[in-house]
T-cell receptor, first 114, second 110 residues
């Protein structure tokens, strides 16, 4: 069964450093998403991406965040200058298209900012 | 996405059937109802989706009354491994941001 994959599974970084989280969505999917979940809190939407551009983003997704689909398979989330409060699980998701479709999530990357 | 209300927690025993009901009074005509399961430190996992009446797959059943203002996720014969948080989401889940609430924390006891 096709699945969303994410790398790395765990990333530790120093405050102020840049990190790039990588995702490989399901191959025939057209919509891509990033969510995050701070420990013990709800899953929060960050951004959605379709047709090589951002289609929706939340207030959390400020100028320090960016997304890119550098090739036909990868989808990345970059955090330019990490803060302590960026420590969280980051989930990538993808969906095909259409109201009746649903989003499939990857296993997540645990980001720890020291 | 439409606002949803579901119980904060539920307890059950192995082998029992568990029914989790979600209220979504403001569901729109085009909205689908989707349930996800999440284990600690893992991504949400799609369980089932429906629009009306009843949907069944190998994992669960989803019951939706005619007015669609609520839905019930039914897990037959739960096991310890079904201990997780279950989220009910309503809307255009194929293209729009998902808004996760706190979900229902199901604890299955031996």
């Amino acid at each position: 069964e096709p699945e969303v994959t994410q790398t790395p599974s765990h990333q530790v970084t120093q405050m102020g450093q840049e990190v790039i989280l990588r995702c490989v969505p399901i191959s025939n999917h057209l919509y891509f998403y990033w969510y995050r979940q701070i420990l013990g809190q709800k899953v929060e939407f960050l951004v959605s991406f379709y047709n090589n551009e951002i289609s929706e983003k939340s207030e959390i997704f400020d100028d320090q965040f960016s997304v890119e689909r550098p090739d036909g398979s990868n989808f990345t989330l970059k955090i330019r200058s990490t803060k302590l409060e960026d420590s969280a699980m980051y989930f990538c998701a993808s969906s095909r298209q259409g109201v009746e479709d649903t989003q499939y999530f990857g296993p997540g990357t645990r980001l720890t900012v020291l | 996405l439409a606002k949803t209300t579901q119980p904060i927690s539920m307890d059950s025993y192995e082998g029992q059937e568990v029914n989790i009901t979600c209220s979504h009074n403001n569901i729109a005509t085009n909205d689908y109802i989707t349930w996800y399961q999440q284990f600690p430190s893992q991504g949400p996992r799609f369980i089932i989706q429906g629009y009306k009446t009843k949907v069944t797959n190998e994992v669960a059943s989803l019951f939706i009354p005619a007015d669609r203002k609520s839905s019930t996720l039914s897990l037959p014969r739960v096991s310890l491994s079904d201990t997780a948080v279950y989220y009910c989401l309503v809307g255009d889940t194929g293209r729009r941001a998902l808004t996760f609430g706190s979900g229902t924390r199901l604890q299955v006891q031996p």
